[in-house]
């Protein structure tokens, strides 16, 4: 199923890492002949007076201030060579972005998170993590620690190598058909790549059978997958190599027939934590993006931290596309 976005919004904080956003959004929005939104939220303003009591900023800076906003704005969106809308709203950044992507159907958001580490990233990077927790549409993260050097012509060159990590899961199905589309599109070589953890580390709940269409484990519970992972740790050499052949047929079936006449992916079963060996296999390949499922539909679920995805798109090197499964996808 190829999947073609209609409508992308760029997150535009007039940052020095704008234009490293304005080049994705661009380049995705010409490639799938999708319309392109701009969207700046001013964030509310608390001011303190002289006596250190803290105060709303008035009506008249606020709409100072989101008129100065739409302005930039505009002048951002006469700089790309192709039609654009362009937004101002005002709140919590995360919140006004969630709200405004699913008021008018946004496919996917493109956002750039400053990096950093500790208290840092906490509070810089906390609009983007929030807006991978909350929004239903994919989001490509755009680290600013990477260099912004390709320019929104030099679209082609923006990727040339997709990994998508996949552990057979509904949300993982979803992240390949993304990367599989992402590849047709910009001419991509794909990487498809399935971590075996260690046995004390493996966590499936019931909802996470591993149901597949095809192949050699339809009908998969948690029981096989545990005991097929024990035997990925066994120290029988031919039953590991077993398993590892299997795993990879299983992702060379994930490719549609008619998919190979422009696609031959690249297939790898890797060992470890999965986050630590899909960074490891994406910096050591080169990959310009990686492409995850996000688990969890419960407000509880959402906000769990510590979860592969989330831990790879606060390590990665190279922007990372976050989908996640909705109820319509199902």
Request: hydrophobic content about 40%.
């Amino acid at each position: 199923m190829r999947i073609i976005p209609k409508k992308i919004m760029c997150a535009v904080d007039f940052s020095e890492f704008t234009n490293l956003t304005l080049s994705y959004g661009q380049a995705l929005a010409k490639e799938f002949e999708a319309h392109l939104t701009l969207c700046h939220v001013v964030s509310d303003m608390v001011l303190m007076s002289s006596a250190g009591q803290a105060y709303i900023a008035s009506e008249k800076i606020e709409a100072e201030r989101r008129q100065d906003a739409a302005s930039r704005l505009e002048d951002i969106g006469k700089t790309l060579d192709m039609d654009c809308d362009t937004m101002v709203t005002t709140g919590h950044p995360a919140d006004e972005l969630t709200r405004i992507a699913e008021e008018t159907g946004v496919d996917m958001v493109v956002a750039a998170t400053h990096g950093g580490s500790g208290v840092k990233r906490f509070l810089v990077g906390s609009v983007t993590d929030r807006l991978v927790k909350t929004l239903s549409c994919p989001v490509l993260v755009l680290h600013g620690k990477a260099e912004p050097g390709v320019l929104p012509g030099d679209r082609k060159k923006l990727l040339n190598r997709i990994l998508v990590g996949c552990d057979f899961s509904p949300d993982s199905s979803l992240a390949f058909q993304y990367g599989l589309s992402l590849a047709q599109e910009f001419e991509t070589q794909l990487f498809l790549a399935h971590v075996v953890r260690p046995t004390e580390h493996v966590e499936f709940s019931s909802a996470d059978y591993i149901k597949v269409q095809e192949g050699d484990y339809l009908g998969w519970n948690r029981s096989d997958y545990l005991g097929l992972t024990r035997q990925a740790n066994d120290p029988d050499a031919q039953r590991h190599d077993a398993l590892r052949e299997r795993l990879e047929r299983q992702l060379a079936r994930m490719v549609p027939e008619e998919s190979r006449h422009w696609c031959t992916p690249v297939t790898a079963v890797l060992e470890g934590e999965p986050y630590q060996e899909l960074l490891t296999f994406a910096e050591k390949n080169q990959v310009d993006l990686i492409v995850l499922g996000v688990r969890g539909h419960s407000l509880l679920e959402k906000f769990l931290v510590g979860s592969t995805t989330e831990r790879v798109i606060s390590r990665s090197g190279c922007p990372v596309l976050a989908v996640r499964q909705t109820d319509t996808d199902t």
